[in-house]
Every structure is written in C-alpha cells, then in structure tokens.
T-cell receptor, first 113, second 116 residues
Framework: DVKVTQSSRYLVKRTGEKVFLECVQDMDHENMFWYRQDPGLGLRLIYFSYDVKMKEKGDIPEGYSVSREKKERFSLILESASTNQTSMYLC????????????FGPGTRLTVL | AQTVTQSQPEMSVQEAETVTLSCTYDTSESDYYLFWYKQPPSRQMILVIRQEAYKQQNATENRFSVNFQKAAKSFSLKISDSQLGDAAMYFCAYRSAWGSNYKLTFGKGTLLTVNP
C-alpha cells in the first residue's frame, strides 16, 4: 500500500513563527504536492514538485515556500506564520505519468494564534 | 483556467438507497481526467473512481459509478446500496492530460450523510 505520512496531525503556532510541515512518501513517487483545505473552498494547490530540488507554484503560493532535498520528502515552510494561514494542510504524491492517481496524507491541522 | 463546480454542499441518503452527487466542470481541452475523492471524517482522502475523457464508457467500481457526459461537461457520482461507511465529504477533481502540470483542480465538496 502507498503510504504518505505527515509529521503532525495537529499543530499550534504563534503569529510570526517559522513553521515547517513535513511530508514523506514511501512509493518512490516523482511528484509531490501541498494543498490547503478550507471549508467551502475545497482544496487549493500551494506548491508542487516533480523532482528533487524542483518546484512549481500552485494557485496560492503567497506566504509559503517549499523544499525538496530528497525524493521521498517534501517540506512546506511558512516563513512568518499569520492567522489567515490557519487551515488543514494536505500533502499528496504520485508517479510522473499523467494517468497516475494522487495519494494523500492524513493532513495537518495548523492553528496560528 | 479550469473550474470544477459541485452545486450540492450537502446531501443525505437512507442506508441501502441510491444517491447521486453532481459535478460540472469548465475546460477548453479535449483530453483530461476526472476523479471523485472521498474524505471520511478525520480520515485520509482516498480515490473513489477515475474517468478518462477519451473513454466513452462510464467508469464503475463496485457500488460506485459515474455518469460522464462530455458534451455537457458533467461528471456525476452514483452510490448504490449506500452504507454507513459512505458518509464523508466527496470531492470532484479535474486534471489536464497535457503538459507538465499535474495538479488537480478540486470542487468545493459535497458532504454526504447516510441515515440508518
């Protein structure tokens, strides 16, 4: 079975803190994604990566950065957390083929106070 | 840019009955993929069913089937013999078949309640 894990299920941070969200997949997937999920808005893509050290902006990259130093790990970084970044963050991964399904992690619910 | 619309924020169904969730999308492309994902409460999002746009035959997976109407840009999900475990948020999603952008564009979701 494909396994996508995220470092924390729940996280509480203060405004201005630097926040790291980690995602690890064990299926040798080339693609990895970070989404943000908000009620009434569905999922929106923040960033994705199709290879180590490669990244592309999604629909809402402002206030976020990412890092992919190893194929299995994709990190989302909030340089200076703000209250409007309180949300559920979902990581996903897939093979590079265009037909492939994305597999999702359990999510991290981040609260910024 | 592609958009995906789920017009039913909430739906409910009696156990053992059939329910249909609606999804429409807007695209100028001719080749693409459509997905239904299920997100149970506090649990991981999983793929329910996938449809390739170039295939005329509607996809089915056990009790789940789709009604894909390409000309109408409609992609509804039918759940037959509903079970309590089907209660979840359901998301419709679109992905282009071209280019290097593998992103999914999601609808806002439909919350399905299954009544015993």
């Amino acid at each position: 079975d494909v396994k996508v894990t995220q470092s924390s299920r729940y996280l509480v941070k203060r405004t201005g803190e630097k926040v790291f969200l980690e995602c690890v997949q064990d299926m040798d997937h080339e693609n990895m994604f970070w989404y943000r999920q908000d009620p009434g808005l569905g999922l929106r893509l923040i960033y994705f990566s199709y290879d180590v050290k490669m990244k592309e902006k999604g629909d809402i990259p402002e206030g976020y950065s990412v890092s992919r130093e190893k194929k299995e790990r994709f990190s989302l970084i909030l340089e200076s957390a703000s209250t409007n970044q309180t949300s559920m963050y979902l990581c996903a991964s897939s093979f590079l083929t265009r037909t492939d399904t994305q597999y999702f992690g359990p999510g991290t619910r981040l609260t910024v106070l | 840019a592609q958009t995906v619309t789920q017009s039913q924020p909430e739906m409910s169904v009696q156990e053992a009955e059939t329910v249909t969730l609606s999804c429409t999308y807007d695209t100028s492309e001719s080749d693409y993929y459509l997905f239904w994902y299920k997100q149970p409460p506090s649990r991981q999002m999983i793929l329910v069913i996938r449809q390739e746009a170039y295939k005329q035959q509607n996809a089915t997976e056990n009790r789940f089937s789709v009604n894909f109407q390409k000309a109408a840009k409609s992609f509804s999900l039918k759940i037959s013999d509903s079970q309590l475990g089907d209660a979840a948020m359901y998301f419709c999603a679109y992905r282009s078949a071209w280019g290097s952008n593998y992103k999914l564009t999601f609808g806002k979701g439909t919350l399905l309640t299954v009544n015993p």
